[in-house]
């Protein structure tokens, strides 16, 4: 099994900027990808990005050109960059591992708020 931990939610304003990180550890061999996915209120879980090892990327089409994912093999890491954020981004973000990009997600983390408000 894998841990994750994210870090790095918060409040921000329209327009502004969070990166959110998220340490693995335990069985790191299923570190296969690494994403993120995140959940509004009254709303289901979405997926926002994920990323394989070699560096591959998806995103949701709601989040192209403003969310960056990467990812540290070295130190099992994951980060969101997320620029011009919006008020429709709010929600609990979820760090995931899963074993191909578009599998459902093996583990999940405890996940954390970000808030866009004025």
């Known amino acids: 099994q894998v841990q994750l931990v994210e870090s790095g939610g918060g409040l921000v304003q329209p327009g502004g900027s969070l990166r959110l990180s998220c340490a693995a550890s335990?069985?790191?061999?299923?570190?296969?990808?690494m994403g993120w996915y995140r959940q509004a209120p009254g709303k289901q879980r979405e997926l926002v990005a994920t990323i394989i090892r070699t560096g591959f990327t998806n995103y949701a089409d709601s989040v192209k050109g403003r969310f960056t994912i990467s990812r540290d093999n070295a130190k099992n890491m994951v980060y969101l960059q997320m620029n011009s954020l919006r008020p429709e981004d709010t929600a609990v973000y979820y760090c995931?591992?899963?074993?191909?990009?578009?599998?459902?997600?093996?583990?999940w983390g405890q996940g954390t708020q970000v808030t866009v408000s004025s």
């Open positions: 335990g069985s790191i061999f299923r570190l296969y990808a």
């Open positions: 995931i591992t899963a074993s191909s990009l578009g599998a459902t997600p093996s583990d």
